[in-house]
């Protein structure tokens, strides 16, 4: 049977559709929505965001049924979490268009992220952290003999982040030294409980770690993609070289640089003063990315009949 999944993040909305007894991948896409663009210090969705999070849930739902899905599980994360009128997008999806929004927690997007992430990435014996940059939040789960033993989802997405700093453009050293203590005030937990035995691997998901292996595959002429593309492996030294140049250049530089996905030009500028703190942090050796994530860990979940999961009506 065919299942669709529809991951509501706050910058793009995703959609899976895969067979639940071959595994096999039948359509992969997103949209960009940019849900919490405009989100007001009262934290309202504008109402041209949700504007564009119906039309993408109404294009995804077509798709989903011109593929042949048979069911449609539909999850929203950061931007609808934190929503005080969410209310308004959960009713108009569900009377418009059939779709019934899971909202859910931090700490079940972590742990659907983590189950993802391990089925598209073979662990190191090393300890291993695992981090999701979204627009709304940023999740870590830390890794250890290749179990899960710690997760926590901050608010430092970068759609937050942006909003937040509004750093110039390209952005000053003062503004990056800004944000550098801001996460480190903000992590404080996440160095407590690596104490001892810092992670030195670091596997990135989501679209920000995408577009960094897009632009190092593009920029360098190297392909370290696995065989299945499912996940990248980047060197230290390449992946340095990009992010100094996202943090030196304009938005149209970094428009530009081949392998960018144009709507990540504004975001990769925090993602990689987060990515760098991390780095810096722990003494990171080691970084990959995976190209699967929360959607993928939903389907496993699916598949094993776990969790109470709201389904859409075709």
Sequence with gaps: MKIAIIDCGTNTFNLLVKDLSSDEIIHNS???VRLGEGKSEDHLLADSAIKRAMLALAQHKQSALEHEAKEIIAVAT????????????????ENELGIRLNVIDGDTEAGLIFKGVAAGIEFKDATTLIMDIGGGSTEFILVRDKKPVWQKSYPIGTSFMLNKFRPADPILNEEIEEIDNFL?????????V???D?????IG???????????????????RFEADESSYTFTMHEYMQISQRMLKATFEERLDTPGMIPMRADMIVTACIEINHIIKRFGIRL????????????????????????????
């Design 30 to 32: 997103k949209i960009s």
């Design 78 to 93: 950061a931007a609808v979490r934190t929503a005080a009128n969410a209310k308004l997008l959960i009713e108009q999806a």
């Design 184 to 192: 480190e005030e903000t992590l404080v937990e996440l160095t407590q």
């Design 194 to 196: 690596c104490q001892g």
């Design 198 to 202: 810092f992670p030195r691997v670091l």
């Design 205 to 223: 998901s989501s679209g920000s770690f995408d577009t960094l292996a897009a632009m190092c595959a593009e920029n360098f002429q190297t392909s």
């Design 287 to 314: 970084i990959q990315q995976c190209n699967y994530a929360l959607k993928e860990g939903l389907f496993i979940e699916l598949q094993k009949n776990e969790g109470a999961w709201q389904k859409s009506s075709l």
